[in-house]
């Protein structure tokens, strides 16, 4: 190991030389209060930036143990670090300057959701936070004195400002790690409580944009508050009691005019399933972990999937018990989403008429005198919601302005007005018995367990030179395919999407075998990240990993089924 002083010097070296003399510096520095890691040099300034990362001592670091001492502290101190880091860095006035990424220094730090993530890692040993720096230059010319500066001085101080507890605002850094353990504990009870979700009185739902995730912040924002009915408390260990919405497991449908903010209770409540910063307005809008948001995505690939649940006897005889389509249509990409969805194990699927296939979700009653049942291949969903939950406890939060035949099949109507709920289902309740239900239930058959699928190994199998890469938040290049995730709406950083990248090929690498099914696999890649960390997917382990963070396993399922390469197996076929 080298100290400071010989990467200074080594800088000063190659000052002015051709870019390929920084190779010199990868190594391992000691500095007075940290190590100093550089596992990656950029071959030129316009290649990704080099990845860097720095450790402190936990004897010097300081962080007591009651701060990490469970997954849900640790994971939200990593990410507190992790956005006290990006916050000095910001504060310093960091930008890249000269060619290429030339000054840049940067950390992986996220939206408003905390997850689990390879920016920063802490345990008992050691702080260690992963970063990326450009190393600068003029042209191809390495600027040694100002690389010094990078490494001598900027990055001392930024470790020096964030990465010992004595520095920090202690009530801070104990907020955000209390917080993010009460969360994950509320959702841990919602089951056991026979909830779906939890939307607590306070909470600001809507965002600033459709492209800003942050809160809105106007004095027009009404607060969540919850109808009576529907009002329960928890006792967290932490906040101690809170009160709010809890919306029951079975068929909850949500309605209510146009703007009066049905979709976006359905989105936060989409979101749910993720922790929220302090501050962010759904820090206790709590979803079962295993929720998914289901929309049509026409033009979608489907590989295999059983969706005769919902569709059958589609013209010139086409099969839908194995359904394929490189081409997807509205209700027959909504049905594969929801099939799919339940291959994973969800128990608890959102939708949006806004986002649905109109066909997929209701057939009303003149219709049905119209266009006879043998000449109409789908059944709705809403001739199969409460088979759904009775069958196999999957329920359904479901947003529907505009069919009312919704109130027959639902256990609970809640009515947006002014951005404020209302439990309205005796009223709708009674509005079926003096009006009748005024269209038939259609169901041809019975909707059957899910059939398995086993992806096969050949799936996998990249072209010569062939690469898989992320390519921000919505696609993956895999070879000379390309995924498309935009409408996979619960993926929600371009890291996990890099997880996910890593993770297709580590599926291949270990566990594609032409026997395990679809669901196990993902299973299988979890736990080992589970039980060794997010690093484990890596092809860096022991280095910097790259910017990772972790996804569901639904929406890596997600990313598989819409996989153009994908080719499965119907067990039991
Ligand atoms: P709907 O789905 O009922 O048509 P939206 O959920 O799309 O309505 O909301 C309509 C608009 O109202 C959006 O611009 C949204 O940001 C805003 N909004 C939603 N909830 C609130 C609230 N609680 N306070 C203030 N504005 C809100
Ligand atoms: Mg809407």
Redesign the pocket.
Known sequence: MSNHNELRERLARIDGKGYGAYKSIAGTYEFPHFTLFIDNVQSDPFAPPSKIRVRVAQRLAGFPRELFRNRSRRVALEDYLTRQLAGAIRQAGVSPRGTGTSGLVSIDAGGQEILERTSMVVNKDYVEARLKVGLPARGRTVLGRQAITMFNELLPQLVSQTLFYKRLEQGKVKEHVKLAEDQDYLRNLLPGRKLAAFVANGS????ESGVSDRP?K?K?????RSPPELEVSFDLPNRGRVSGMGVPEGITVIV??????????LRAIERGVYNHIPGDGRELVITVADAVKIRAEDGRRIEKVDISGFITDLPFGQDTIAFSSENASGSTSQAANIVEALETGTHLLLLDE?TSATNLMIRDGRMQQLVAKENEPITPFIDRVRELYEKFRVSTIL?V?SSGDYFDVADRVIM?QN?IPRDVTARAKEITATLGENRQVEIKNKFKKVTARIPLKDSFRLPARGKVKARGLNHIVFGRTTIDLQYVEQLVDASQTNAIAEILKYIGKHYCNNKNRMADIIEMVLEDIDKEGLDVISPFRGQHPGDLALPRKYEIAAAINRFHQLVVRQEGT
């Open positions: 600001i739902l809507p965002r809105l106007s027009n924002v009404v607060a969540f209510g005019g146009g703007y009066h903010g049905k979709s976006t209770l806004d947003v302005g947006m951005y």
